[in-house]
């Protein structure tokens, strides 16, 4: 399946078509990817109106497909074993693969009934809190992890096939077993799901005055405490047993912490473990994390001001590394926050200010 890029997203009648059933977030993602790269994409959806989204966004075609050489299955995690064992069924040469958040559950109910080789798991470690069509992007998979978790008959060809679509869709193919990548992801996706969640939990009953003071820090916190309900229910039951594991250890750090304040102990230890954690996640691109400084730069909230930023900064020759915006209470003027090297920070503000943006650490 290897494929010259295809900007345009014409179909090659000489590329093998490929179904994605499941036409939310991820399945549309990554049929808007493959369509990109010129892939004959047919798609499914149980909801007739994310099957419309998805075919108006230009990921595929709603005509069924005679004889793909791929399936991808994108459908909730609690459905896909039954999804990935009709589609296997249904076209007797298809490679047939799927991307639940969870995957012991999946590949052991798979391999309990088929064992024609045909079946790859797989788990791109990309999304988002929104879900279905319209949050979907081709993009979403760039320098993102691509877990494959082949199943205990898979091919070596199907696995090689589900790796080349993995690094079309500019992701970093990762292959693990299904029991520990469920033990990992239990850490750095589920277990910070539920606390992202029971901290917003928190901001219902709040009073409006309070919650006027939310800042950067509690958005953070609490970006992904918007997502799916439904979808996070299976996910958690999916893997309750790793989840339960870590959280038996948070209870027993909030334990410290609130013995701590009773008593008036020091909490720093708890604190200084947390930002010890922190930097142990990998940087942009896999690597150790460099050391970042935030440069501020007030924007006016009219057209053009982000581009005309972006650009300056682009000729001041520094690297934005993350971006975020915020938007000043009862002003016309919006406030982004350029991560960049620590290093080049002064002399990114210093060029700033003098091409008359206010600008400042
Ligand atoms: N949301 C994320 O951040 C994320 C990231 C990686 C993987 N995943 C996994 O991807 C899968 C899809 O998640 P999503 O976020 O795209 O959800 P979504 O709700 O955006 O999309 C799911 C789609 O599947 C359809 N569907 C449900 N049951 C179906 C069935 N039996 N047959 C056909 N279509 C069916 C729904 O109508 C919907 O369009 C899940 O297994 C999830 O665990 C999600
Ligand atoms: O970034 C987000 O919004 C996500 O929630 C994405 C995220 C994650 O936790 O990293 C969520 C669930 C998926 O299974 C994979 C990716």
Known sequence: MTTPADPQGAADPGLPPTVVIG???????????????????????????????????????????????LVVVAVPPAATVEAVVDALREWPRAVVTDVASIKDR???????????????????????????????????????????????????EAVRLVEEVAVMLGGVPVTMEPATHDEAVALVSHVPQVMSSLT??????????????????????TRVAGSDPTLWREI?????????????????????????????????ELLVTGRRG????????????????????????????????????????????????????GRLVGLVEISVLADRADHLVEELVTSGWTAYR
């Open 106 to 156: 999946v590949v052991t109910g798979v391999d309990a009934v088929d064992d024609s080789g045909r079946f790859v798991g797989s788990h791109p470690m990309a999304g988002s809190e929104r879900s279905g069509p319209e949050a979907a992007s081709a993009q979403l998979f760039e320098g993102r992890p691509w877990v494959i978790t082949p199943g205990r008959s898979a091919a070596d």
């Open 200 to 221: 917003a939990a928190r901001l219902l009953e709040a009073p409006s005055a309070h919650l006027a003071l939310a800042g950067q820090g509690v958005r953070d916190v």
């Open 23 to 69: 036409c939310g977030l991820i399945g549309t993602s990554i049929a808007l990817g493959l369509r990109g790269h010129g892939i004959d994409v047919h798609l499914r959806d149980a909801d007739p109106e994310h099957l419309r989204a998805a075919v108006d966004r230009g990921a595929g075609s709603p005509e069924p497909a005679a004889d793909p050489a």
């Open 236 to 268: 958690l039951r999916g893997n309750a047993v790793a989840v339960r594991s870590i959280l038996r250890s948070v209870r027993q750090d909030l334990d410290t912490v609130l013995a701590a304040l009773e008593d008036e102990s020091d909490v720093a």
């Open 278 to 329: 922190s930097e142990r996640l990998p940087g942009k691109h896999g690597g150790v994390q460099p050391e970042l400084a935030v440069v501020l730069v007030q924007v006016s909230d009219r057209p053009g001001e982000l581009s005309r930023l972006f650009a300056r900064v682009g000729q001041i020759g520094v690297n934005i590394e993350d971006l975020r915006i915020d938007h000043e209470l």
